[in-house]
């Protein structure tokens, strides 16, 4: 499958600072998909982004698709301690499967 | 409706022994996928089922195999377990093959000794 790397692998950051968590691939993506996995859960979809520059909001996060469609972020405003948890991107469409990548873990601080 | 249910949730197993896990995708989705994550680390794509057949296969031994019948319902098995197949296995569904969101199951937790 369609390989991308994830950055930062870890944030520990202060209830209320910003966060952001960065896709990155060395092809052209189709779309991109963001998931969030709490803390001895399951991944729970977010989004899918498939237009280049395509930026969506959800209330405090906002998703970016590059305009090259090699990149995405997620960037989280004012961070809640419900916010805590790994987030990943995934990758594969048409014949390749769904693969993400290693995630982002977020540690929020009361 | 109900979600992707997965069984058993947990179970230990020995070095060498051999475990089946199931998965039984949301009612009219024909995609599913399995994934193992070890603990704290990443989702590794296992196997991709759809229409009954295997579509696509991760970077692991064939001794991790599986099936999909024709209720799209899903099986994987793992067989010579060994220490480091201890992980989180996730199955999910998809409506289709192409795109759109996948629907994961809580997991089977496998802890082999």
């Known amino acids: 499958g369609q390989q991308v790397m994830q950055i930062p692998q870890y944030q520990h950051v202060q209830e209320g600072e910003d966060f952001t968590t960065y896709c990155n691939s060395s092809t052209t993506l189709s779309n991109i998909q963001w998931y969030k996995q709490r803390p001895g859960g399951h991944p729970v979809f977010l989004i899918q982004l498939v237009k280049s520059g395509e930026v969506k909001k959800q209330k405090r996060l906002t998703f970016q698709f590059g305009e090259a469609k090699k990149n995405s972020s997620l960037h989280i405003t004012a961070t809640q301690t419900t916010d805590v948890g790994t987030y990943f991107c995934g990758v594969g469409t048409g014949r390749r499967a769904l693969t993400f990548g290693s995630g982002t873990r977020l540690q929020v601080q009361p | 409706e109900a979600g992707v249910t997965q069984s058993p949730t947990h179970l230990i197993k020995t070095r060498g022994q051999q475990v089946t896990l199931r998965c039984s995708p949301i009612?009219?989705?024909?995609?599913v996928y399995w994934y193992q994550q070890a603990l704290g680390l990443g989702l590794q794509f296992l196997l991709w089922y759809d229409e009954g057949e295997e579509r696509n296969r991760g970077n692991f031994p064939p001794r991790f195999s599986g099936r999909q019948f024709p209720n799209y319902s899903s099986e994987l098995n793992v067989n010579a377990l060994e220490l480091e197949d201890s992980a989180l296995y996730l199955c999910?569904?998809?409506?289709?093959?192409?795109?759109?969101?996948?629907?994961f199951g809580e997991g089977s937790r496998l802890t082999v000794l």
């Open positions: 009612s009219g989705h024909t995609s």
């Open positions: 999910a569904s998809r409506l289709t093959s192409r795109t759109g969101e996948l629907f």
